[in-house]
T-cell receptor
Framework: DQQVKQNSPSLSVQEGRISILNCDYTNSMFDYFLWYKKYPAEGPTFLISISSIKDKNEDGRFTVFLNKSAKHLSLHIVPSQPGDSAVYFCAGGATNKLIFGTGTLLAVQP | NAGVMQNPRHLVRRRGQEARLRCSPMKGHSHVYWYRQLPEEGLKFMVYLQKENIIDESGMPKERFSAEFPKEGPSILRIQQVVRGDSAAYFC???????????????FGPGTRLLVL
């Protein structure tokens, strides 16, 4: 049972443009959501989070939007930079654990 | 301010051997979580521990796997009699408080890549 889904395995974007990464979830009990960025052979690095009672959170170039009625969240990166190229995981926060999606590989072309 | 430390970074074992993975949480963090990532998949929760206590092991396989977080020293994930299907990246994370309703961010280590031959 995949409670958190990232249906796009990969995304390619031009440098300077907006990257939009999407995530859907089925578990209404998540209290918060997080986005992590992961480079090969490294651990996930925390990017940004959002409480389930909010619909938007912004931190610099990163903005996360939450649509609870659609059970959908998205991460916007503006402007995209080549250093943003990595795998991005969304995760739902439940008691004692995080439930991760399968990740989206973002490639930002110079 | 060192982050979460894991060692070894790479571990090769033959079928039937034991694997011991170590995790030192960030300074001031007393909550440790273990996750496993199989190839082409996301991270899957295994176990959540506080000092000397296992709080949630709902993601741990019933056999061969065990975890501890002693009063002194790192958290240990132990896999007995490893099989090829245990080959994966094992990540440890830590948080200063319980990562449930308080929305605590979990900070991850670099992982241990286990290869079973």
């Amino acid at each position: 049972d995949q409670q958190v889904k990232q249906n796009s395995p990969s995304l390619s974007v031009q440098e300077g443009r907006i990257s939009i990464l999407n995530c859907d979830y089925t578990n209404s009990m998540f209290d918060y959501f997080l986005w992590y960025k992961k480079y090969p052979a490294e651990g996930p690095t925390f990017l940004i989070s959002i409480s389930s009672i909010k619909d938007k959170n912004e931190d610099g170039r990163f903005t996360v939007f939450l649509n609870k009625s659609a059970k959908h969240l998205s991460l916007h990166i503006v402007p995209s930079q080549p250093g943003d190229s990595a795998v991005y995981f969304c995760a739902g926060g439940a008691t004692n654990k995080l439930i991760f999606g399968t990740g989206t590989l973002l490639a930002v072309q110079p | 301010n060192a982050g979460v430390m894991q060692n070894p970074r790479h571990l090769v074992r033959r079928r039937g051997q034991e694997a011991r993975l170590r995790c030192s949480p960030m300074k001031g963090h007393s909550h440790v979580y273990w996750y496993r990532q199989l190839p082409e998949e996301g991270l899957k929760f295994m176990v959540y521990l506080q000092k000397e206590n296992i709080i949630d092991e709902s993601g741990m396989p019933k056999e061969r796997f065990s975890a501890e977080f002693p009063k002194e020293g790192p958290s240990i994930l132990r896999i007995q009699q490893v099989v090829r299907g245990d080959s994966a990246a094992y990540f440890c994370a830590s948080s200063p408080r319980a990562s449930g309703n308080s929305q605590e961010t979990q900070y991850f280590g670099p992982g241990t890549r286990l290869l079973v031959l």
